[in-house]
């Protein structure tokens, strides 16, 4: 086996390797278009192209496809083979520039918010030179964002790359203002990925599961993850050796996984790469998904990325740690002097500011149907969005906000009556799991986001709104006399920290009075999907995404309707699958088993054992008052299925599903797991939440 580093990057068409397979000057013009944004000419596609497919064909790939992220938020691509016959019974290999830059997938099928009328199918793809090309089953996949004739941006990667932009834009007004004038601002993203792991052989046998990614049905199993037993508990040999051929793979995709560890629920794991810059950090997180699912199938394991697989049992999120940098530093961390501190705050008071002001929009950003299941309820973040500081930071935002900071009269720069703030990385004495929203030393993780998620969303919104409030400070600030600036900077922290204060929460997020507390300082609590999506659309929100320029007004509709439209469809076939799965699976089973029961009692009065009669008889009445709770339960989550499919409003529908449909599933599934309890086990049709969580 390759040593370690030699494993690392071998299917990506890196820095490393352009600088081998293209000719200098094209490299170099290359670079100045990803660096610095410079337009890309044809003949340097031309030339790259030539490089790539070289290297591509070395590397044993036949096809090349553009890779992109439609709005249904998984990955789509299209394989083209680079054969070109050239009429003689011969063919050669062909990759142009033109093909490199654009393509066009016939892409009618996806989902578009009535952005694009179907005879006007066609989009375009578009090369994102910022994130590398690479090689996945014999295909060289090159990352390309999707829009259509018009521009309108048809996928997640567009308006991302959008709000980089404008975040760089922004955030470099404000260093100049510290004097500084980097190349780049850049966001990096960190993200944690959990995941669950089962046989494949049980996960076959739970139509649910594979219908719907989770479990429908299954009463609590006997022993649950109380015994914290798991979390970061030795791996078993057969994870191991998935883990082991998982990291392999992402290596050699040039995605640093770095660390692996067992999750609190059983059979629940996580991955945690390197942290990158945001852009090639989400197409990285789509890769690590993808990946998982695959090689989970070589070891007889399925790999579930739902965010709620099992009731009763920790779901899966994906922590975003989230930051900002510069080719020298990160603008998240305290730095070690006066004047550094003072452009942290600024920072740290944008990033409050910008999450009080658009908390509907995060909360937004993270709603999904499986989503529903998990937060808010007492194992992940509540819906409501607030901001965890930690002790020190707390304590010296406090200051601030007290008018106890002061501009240091002699040097300018900031007092806060100690001579810097002290390295707030080492500051682990509460790490408030609680929290949906942390400061993690420099660092902020939002800790919403959804296991399955695209989390192109969550870092648009943050992205987006932190530089809205960047350029208020810039807009504010520049043209201050450079002896008054420091002063004026502090005095802007502390009116918008006060201003903000209602979204910092160091307690316990979990808590009833959290509740209470927060609906008293007017945070918004967007329970459902249902509930969150407007929010999308909000007048205010309108204004962020136009005026910062990331979405159009069309394209911010045409999101929340395909966000909408994909929570209606979901929530329609965990309906479906559920009354089904109940008529034909759960409700024979019962009675076959209840008439087993009525049987046994002939045979046990027959023999004189009328002792035995009152247990059995009690078995035998709750049975068939099971199975009429079963079938009054179909009844009535038909009867609101049908009512919510008869809904042509989407979000009408939406609230139907999830404030009625929703109850009703809750109600059909309680009486079936009930007699999950009562049924012989050899009777129960289906693996329960014992056979599949610990029998692995
Ligand atoms: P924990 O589980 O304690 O939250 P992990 O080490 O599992 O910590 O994950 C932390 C994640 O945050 C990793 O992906 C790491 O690379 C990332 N990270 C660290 N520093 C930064 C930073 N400055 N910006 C963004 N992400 C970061
Ligand atoms: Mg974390």
Redesign the pocket.
Known sequence: MANLTDRFGTLVFSESVMKEYLPKEVYKRLFATIDEGEPLDLDVANAVAHAMKTWALEHGATHYAHWFQPLSGITSEKHDSFLEPVGNGTAITKFTGKALIQGEPDASSFPNGGLRATFEARGYTAWDPTSPAFIKDEVLCIPTAFCGYNGEALDKKTPLLRSMKVLDVQAKRVLALFGKTPKRVVP?????QEYFLIKKDAYRRRRDLVITGRTLFGAPPCKGQELEEHYFGAIRPSVSKYMKALDDELWALGIPA??KHNEVAPCQH?L????TELNEGIDNNMLVMEKMKLVATNYDLTCLLHEKPFEGINGSGK?N???L?TEDE?L??PGDTPLENLQFLVFLTAVIEAVDKYQDLLRMSVASCGNDHRLGANEAPPAIISIFLGDQLTEVVQKIMDGKASVHAQHGVLDLGADVLPNLEQDNTD?NRTSPFAF?G??F?FRAVGSEANPSDPNLVLDTAVAETLKEFADALEGTPADEFAGAALEYCKKTLNDHRRVLFSGDGYSDEWQNEAERRGLDNLRTTADALPAMVAPKNLALWTSMGVLSETEAFSRYEVKLEKYNKLMNIEATTMVREARRTYRPAITAYATKVAKGLEIIHGAGADAAMDCEKNTLNKLCRGITDINEGIKALDAVHQKAEGILDAQEQANCYAHEVNPAMENLRAAVDAMEEIVAADYWPVPTYDDILFYV
């Open positions: 990096n993203v960190g993200l944690e770095k660390t996580e945690a790469p390197v942290y922590h740690n989230w930051s940098g990160n998240l961390d790490r993690t420099n660092k993780e």
